[in-house]
């Protein structure tokens, strides 16, 4: 059961009309869940990571257009034999109705942004529960105590008459999330879902979601830009790079042996106490405009290794095991060898002995 595929994504490809002219954000993403398991997206900002996301809920702006693409997700419904659907084939009123909440559910990075301001939590923890699985407003009450002690909210009869304001940042995620497992869902997307709060409290949240997905048997995906907590959470790790997935691996694959020089950044650019260099290194440049999509591999302006394939030719998934891809020339058999920077190779090594101590 904990290998069977819940969720599958092929060859997603968005662009998004503006006024500045057609932006091809997500360009070929294939991305895959299994039941029980956590995957992670990680980053920067603009690398396609919340859309792709979205694209399966349902939630892309007016001005998007898939224009191919699947989102296969795999349920069974009762007693019925299982069934896979296309989610981007499914009416937006039916995926509303029947996926999204349901058997779907998404929790944002801004609690505020997710929570009625007028309306007590009670309510809107129970709101979904009454439209869409024909709850009494009795079972749903207690149905919504009983979620909020879930998440580790103490006296939780008390505070379904709370007003958001009434609640801490940390309490207000703590609510985002019981509204989110309110349907019983299969899945739960978590869009940076700690980025609004402060460290001690994000781990608590991450150990939350972590205890409940045990205790339910969710399959999670994590949308992030923070390693520290893909690193914490993650089963398998999916770097995404200008709308494109560039590495994909089992969490310690990606963190002790990454192959692609836009992971090798990533990892470098994360703080180090163990080090004696005071600076905190940055890829240099910027991410591409996607208005004018790249020739080649979209790294290669920030890659230090880059080629002169690279600036004419995007590289396919290179196989580097049964689990670990990566889309960089340097992994063709002609490409000339290059090691994984000296810097961050002892970097690895002190973050792979100091887990081992822990295991």
């Known amino acids: 059961m904990a290998n069977k595929t819940i969720l599958e994504i092929k060859d997603l490809d968005i662009s998004f009309r503006t006024n500045a002219g057609v932006i091809h954000a997500i360009r070929g993403v294939n991305l895959l869940l299994k039941k029980g398991e956590t995957v992670a997206i990680v980053g920067e ?3 396609g990571k919340s859309v792709t996301m979205k ?6 702006d007016s001005n998007a257009t898939i224009n191919s693409g699947q989102v296969l997700y795999t349920y069974a419904e009762g007693l019925e034999p299982e069934q896979t659907v296309d989610l981007l084939q499914l009416p937006k009123k039916q995926l509303r109705k029947t996926i999204n909440g349901n058997r779907i559910a998404m929790v944002f990075q801004d609690p505020m942004t997710s929570l009625d301001p007028t309306m007590q ?4 923890i129970m709101e979904g529960m009454i439209l869409y699985r024909g709850m009494s407003k009795a079972d749903a009450w207690k149905r919504s105590v009983e979620l909020l002690e879930l998440v580790g909210i103490t006296d939780a009869e008390k505070r379904m008459k709370n007003y958001p304001h009434q609640l801490s940042g940390g309490m207000r995620q703590r609510v985002v ?19 609004a709060l402060d460290v001690t409290i994000q781990a608590k949240i991450l150990e939350l979601i972590k205890e409940v997905q045990d205790r339910l048997g969710l399959s999670v995906i994590y949308i992030t830009h ?5 690193a914490k959470v993650a089963d398998y790790v999916n770097v995404m790079y200008a709308g494109k997935i560039v590495e994909v691996g089992k969490v310690d694959e990606i963190f002790y042996e990454p192959a692609h020089p836009y992971t090798w950044g990533l990892l470098s650019a994360m703080p180090d106490l163990d080090t004696d ?10 991410p591409p405009n996607l208005l004018h999509e790249p020739k080649g591999d979209a790294f290669t302006p ?6 002169r394939i690279d600036e004419k030719e995007a590289p396919p998934l290179f196989k580097i095991s049964d689990t670990h891809y990566a889309a960089t020339w340097l992994l063709h058999p002609d490409a000339p060898k290059v090691e994984l920077p000296e810097g961050l190779r002892a970097r690895l ?4 002995k100091e887990a081992e101590k822990y295991l």
């Open 226 to 230: 923070d390693l520290g907590v893909v």
């Open 45 to 47: 900002s603009g690398s």
């Open 349 to 352: 090594e002190r973050a792979k």
């Open 55 to 60: 694209a399966a809920c349902g939630l892309l």
């Open 302 to 307: 920030r890659n230090a290794f880059a080629m």
């Open 177 to 195: 999330i019981a509204i989110a497992l309110s349907g019983s869902p299969d899945i739960l997307i978590c869009d940076e879902p700690t980025t």
């Open 277 to 286: 260099d005071d600076r905190l290194y940055s890829i240099p440049g910027s």
């Open 121 to 124: 939590i009670g309510k809107q």
